[in-house]
Each structure stands twice: as structure tokens, then as C-alpha cells.
């Protein structure tokens, strides 16, 4: 019953904004830190953002800092990120999955959703 549906992708031109959302059932996300991550062909998985139970703290990596937003919603048990200023590099699939902690550690997620795909392309 555990369970993380993305949901949101699509194609978008560049320069274009995309809002994915992360709904979970089977638990509350009130005590998991959540992270986004997204996988593009021929390349590793990589972590983009993660976000507090709280929501309290957050991190970005590099590549998107400044144009990606992460938050929660802990009462629709729903984590978003809002991406804007898309770059064909950011093509992927994307994946939230759950953290063993509260609070967002490097190698704490254990649980995973199935991924939506962002394509940006003109």
C-alpha cells in the first residue's frame, strides 16, 4: 500500500515551466524528508532536490538551483517541484522517493515512485 505517483510531466520549449507533483498513500509524508531525482538517457541518477518533513530545509543541486522550487503540502500528502527556465538538459525521467529521515542525508531514500518524463525540446 506504500506507494509515490509523479504526475506532471510532458513536453515543454525551453524556457518553459513544469510543476510535478508527488502524491503518496499508503503513509504520511508528515515524517519523511522527500527528494526529486530524474535519470536521463545515458547518464546516472541524479539528485536534484530534497526537502524536510517540515519543510524547513531544503537543498537544490547546482544544475538547478535558482530555477527549481521544491515544497510540500503535508496535508494532501503531496510534494511538488516547480520547475521554470527549462533547459533541454533537463530532459529526464523524474522520481520522488521517500527518506528514512526527516530531514534530507545523502543515501536515506528507500522508497521510490515509477517517474514522470519531462521533455524539453523546441
Known amino acids: 500500500q506504500l506507494q509515490l505517483v509523479e504526475s506532471g510531466g510532458g513536453l515543454v520549449q525551453p524556457g518553459g515551466s513544469l510543476r510535478l507533483s508527488c502524491a503518496a498513500s499508503?503513509?504520511?509524508?508528515?515524517?519523511?524528508?522527500i527528494g526529486w531525482f530524474r535519470q536521463a538517457p545515458g547518464k546516472e541518477r541524479e539528485e536534484v532536490s530534497c526537502?524536510?518533513?517540515?519543510?524547513?530545509?531544503?537543498y537544490y543541486a547546482d544544475s538547478v538551483k535558482g530555477r527549481f522550487t521544491i515544497s510540500r503540502d503535508n496535508a494532501k500528502n503531496t510534494v511538488y517541484l516547480q520547475m521554470d527556465t527549462l533547459k533541454p538538459e533537463d530532459t529526464a525521467v523524474y522520481y520522488c522517493?521517500?527518506?528514512?529521515?526527516?530531514?534530507?542525508?545523502?543515501?536515506?531514500?528507500?522508497?521510490w515512485g515509477q517517474g514522470t518524463q519531462v521533455t524539453v525540446s523546441s
Open positions: 499508503g503513509f504520511t509524508l508528515d515524517y519523511y524528508a
Open positions: 526537502i524536510s518533513s517540515s519543510g524547513g530545509s531544503t
Open positions: 522517493a521517500r527518506s528514512l529521515l526527516s530531514l534530507c542525508v545523502s543515501n536515506s531514500f528507500a522508497s
